[in-house]
Structures are given as structure tokens and as C-alpha cells.
């Protein structure tokens, strides 16, 4: 039980600089997003050729991979298991260890350990 002889304050939200308006909020984080971003990384033929060797394992042996792959201007690393490969669209189906499927191009894998 909350005792009624203690003061409530104020409650008033207070004044943040950069952020008054929620309009100027969201474009200012838009900035600052798409100063963060890089661009993709390119590979040669032969880093190309281990990483196809590195999944193809990964799927025959169903061992767990750690990835590294490029989405929206960013690179993102996760421990996955390759569960499906299509050459047709050229990507692969993988799960990380929470068991969420992920569809991942090929061109967007950038590293495998």
C-alpha cells in the first residue's frame, strides 16, 4: 500500500535537445542509420569457391556453421546449421540455435568458420 503523504513530483517528460519534435526524432535517426551503412563486400573466385565447399559441408554433415553475411548495409555473424539449398534461386535455408529459419543469398554470404 502506497502511503498518501508522499509527493507525486511533477510528472512532466523531460526536454531532450535533438528530439522536441517526434518528427525531427525519426529523420535525425534515418541520418544516422544511413551514415552507418557500408557496402558489400566483394570476393574473389577462389573465397567464393571455399565458402560453396563450407556450406556444402555444413548441409551434407548438418554441423553448425558460424556466418557471416551482408543485409542492409551491415554484416551480421550468427551460428547457423544449413538446412536447405536452392541453386535455382540461388540462397540457402538455415536455422540458428533459437530454431528460426533464415533465407540467406548466396551472394550476400561473405564469410564461414
Not at 75 to 94: A, E, F, G, P, W
Request: charged letters at 25%; glycine letters at 2%.
Amino acid at each position: 500500500m502506497m502511503n498518501s503523504k508522499i509527493p507525486k513530483g511533477r510528472t512532466m517528460i523531460k526536454w531532450r535537445a535533438f528530439a522536441a519534435l517526434p518528427e525531427q526524432f525519426i529523420g535525425i535517426n534515418k541520418l544516422i542509420e544511413e551514415q552507418t551503412k557500408i557496402k558489400r563486400p566483394t570476393l574473389t573466385p577462389e573465397e567464393q569457391e571455399i565458402i560453396e565447399k563450407k556450406i556444402i559441408d555444413s548441409y551434407t554433415s548438418e554441423s553448425e556453421i558460424l556466418l557471416t553475411y551482408f543485409e542492409d548495409g551491415r554484416l551480421l555473424t550468427c551460428y547457423m546449421t544449413v538446412v536447405n539449398m536452392n541453386s535455382l534461386k540461388q540462397s540457402i535455408t538455415c536455422t540458428n540455435p533459437y530454431h528460426n529459419k533464415i533465407t540467406i543469398n548466396f551472394k550476400d554470404i561473405i564469410h564461414i568458420q
